[in-house]
């Protein structure tokens, strides 16, 4: 009966995270769209490589392979509009 519980608690926190991850790219999405946020800057970026993570969290639960390598690709390029902004500009 514990063992079925703490699955339980396992598998609704790893859900959360993949919803954390998917308000954090949505917002990042819409701060940029209306103007908030440029896509160039650090925050955008900070904002999707913890996106990346929680959603890379996520899908790895589930053993979806191919939206995982997705979410590498996509912290891939935020990692690397980081380090354009800071090493390049």
């Known amino acids: 009966m514990i063992t079925n519980t703490v699955k339980l608690s396992k598998k609704t926190i790893i859900i959360s995270i993949g919803w ?7 917002g990042a999405y819409t701060l940029n769209s209306f103007g ?3 896509s160039t ?12 993570v929680c959603l ?8 979806n392979w191919s939206n ?15 380090i354009r902004y800071f090493y390049f500009l």
Do not use: Q
């Open 68 to 82: 995982l390598i997705l979410e590498f690709f996509w912290i891939s390029i935020a990692f690397a509009n980081m």
């Open 20 to 26: 954390i991850g998917t308000i954090l790219l949505i």
């Open 56 to 63: 890379g969290i996520r899908v790895y639960a589930d053993r």
């Open 36 to 38: 908030f946020l440029t």
């Open 41 to 52: 800057g650090p925050i955008y970026a900070g904002i999707n490589i913890l996106a990346g």
